[in-house]
């Protein structure tokens, strides 16, 4: 069986199964190049400076993410098309990348101000705002949400959020996603908490936010 004819599910469950070097190698080969370009994306939004070994280090910390708990982030993805799996992998690796920005080290005595930039995305016409006003409101979010780091589910609350709000995950794709923890329902429930609670705050009504217009 040839490895580099296999569809992404054949291939993903292969490497599973057999742990054939040969399938393994077909793995990197396809998928190195995406999750290096999602890191080194995600490194300079953060810092100026892009250090290639630390490019290396965290593609390598991507692929052991990948491979922790027995495979089990690969195991237990929900396989619908091969495109699925490629924006799975772009989100292992970009929460990498926010992973090491928010440990604390001696020259970085404290966690970063998530960069708006990361989540960057085509704004989806469901909010009906202006881009330009939502682009403002999303810093005003993220200004707040950032005010409950001190939460020990920060940094989850924070994901679903933006994976919800900014990328256009629906809930029950987030649940799936390794690292959650969490159920639909838990998803939603999460949701409509930070939701309320950024309403409340900001003043945002249900379908539009107020504009004096």
Request: one cysteine or more.
């Amino acid at each position: 069986m040839d490895p580099r004819k296999l569809s992404t599910q054949e291939l993903v469950q292969l490497c599973l199964d057999s742990k054939d070097e040969a399938s393994w190698t077909e793995f990197v080969r396809r998928f190195q190049p995406l999750i290096a370009g999602v890191v080194t994306k995600y490194v300079r939004h953060r810092t100026s400076r892009v250090n290639p070994d630390l490019i290396d280090d965290l593609i390598q910390e991507t692929y052991l993410k990948l491979c922790a708990n027995d495979f089990k982030p690969l195991r237990t993805f929900d396989f619908r098309h091969d495109n699925a799996f490629f924006g799975f992998l772009k989100v292992v690796a970009s929460h990498v990348v926010e992973d090491y920005f928010r440990r604390p080290t001696p020259d970085r005595p404290g966690r970063e101000e998530e960069d708006i930039e990361t989540l960057k995305i085509a704004i989806p016409s469901k909010h009906g705002i202006d881009p330009a006003e939502l682009e403002i409101l999303f810093r005003e979010v993220n200004q707040c949400l950032n005010e409950h780091a001190s939460d020990p589910n920060f940094t989850r609350d924070h994901t679903i959020f933006w994976l919800y709000y900014r990328q256009g995950f629906t809930a029950k794709a987030i649940s799936q996603l390794p690292g959650i923890g969490l159920g639909v329902k838990g998803v939603e429930s999460t949701l409509v908490r930070l939701t309320g609670m950024l309403r409340a705050r900001l003043a945002i009504p249900r379908k539009r936010r107020a504009s004096g217009g």
